[in-house]
């Protein structure tokens, strides 16, 4: 089936710095969503691109939807203790709205 | 405004025995999804609700596994019978259409471990 390959699959940064994140695919996507999961909780929605080449701000969360449509990044500046966490990449298509999710990447922030 | 809630948060069993998850979408919401997440892996769409129609099942498992969401607001996942791969975390997940715009919200999950 298709699939979304995340990396770097696990990231450490220390605090105040910036970090970066991307998704890659084999196949087009019309939609691509940033979502950031916390232990024992569901993922949440950060970000959501609708238009190649798209960039989009979240506070300092910043993703673009790549000009292929195969791809989609996302940076986080100044990184924060509370930005420890799993973050996914997913993408959609237009019709229906299935969601095809990466592996995530883990993210811990030194202070 | 309530989210999405999902009972029980944790359930232990012993293999070979049934195991039911319920949810309860956020109010208003037509579309329900149950997804499956294995450990260091992301979610995986098992089953999608429009109202109470079930319209994309295409990965569930049917020999062991079931979902019905009757009157078209909560719903109940089972499995019958449990088998020791299916330890995972359940998520459940809601949102007003299936338009790519419509967002999805989703429950905090139930982690199940089959022993």
């Known amino acids: 089936g298709q699939q979304l390959n995340q990396s770097p699959q696990s990231m450490f940064t220390q605090e105040g710095e910036d970090v970066s994140m991307n998704c890659t695919s084999s196949?087009?996507?019309?939609?691509w969503l940033w979502y950031k999961q916390d232990p024992g909780e569901g993922p949440v929605l950060l970000i959501a691109l609708y238009k190649a080449g798209e960039l989009t701000s979240n506070g300092r969360l910043t993703a673009q939807f790549g000009i292929t449509r195969k791809d989609s990044f996302l940076n986080i500046s100044a990184s924060i203790p509370s930005d420890v966490g799993i973050y996914f990449c997913?993408?959609?298509?237009?019709?229906?709205?299935?969601?095809?999710f990466g592996a995530g990447t883990i993210l811990r922030v030194k202070s | 405004e309530a989210g999405v809630v999902q009972s029980p948060r944790y359930k232990i069993i012993e293999k070979k025995q049934p195991v039911a998850f319920w949810c309860n979408p956020i109010?208003?919401?037509?579309?329900l999804y149950w997804y499956l997440q294995n450990l260091g892996q992301g979610p995986e769409l098992l089953i999608r609700y429009e109202n109470e129609e079930a319209v994309d099942d295409s990965q569930l498992p049917k020999d062991r596994f079931s979902a019905e969401r009757l009157k078209g607001v909560d719903s109940t996942l089972k499995i019958q019978p449990a088998e020791l791969g299916d330890s995972a975390v359940y998520l459940c997940?809601?949102?007003?259409?299936?338009?790519?715009?419509?967002?999805?919200?989703f429950g905090p999950g139930t982690r199940l471990t089959v022993l």
């Open positions: 997940a809601s949102s007003l259409g299936r338009l790519s715009t419509d967002t999805q919200y």
């Open positions: 109010s208003g919401h037509n579309t």
């Open positions: 196949s087009i996507f019309n939609t």
């Open positions: 997913a993408g959609q298509r237009e019709y229906g709205n299935k969601l095809v």
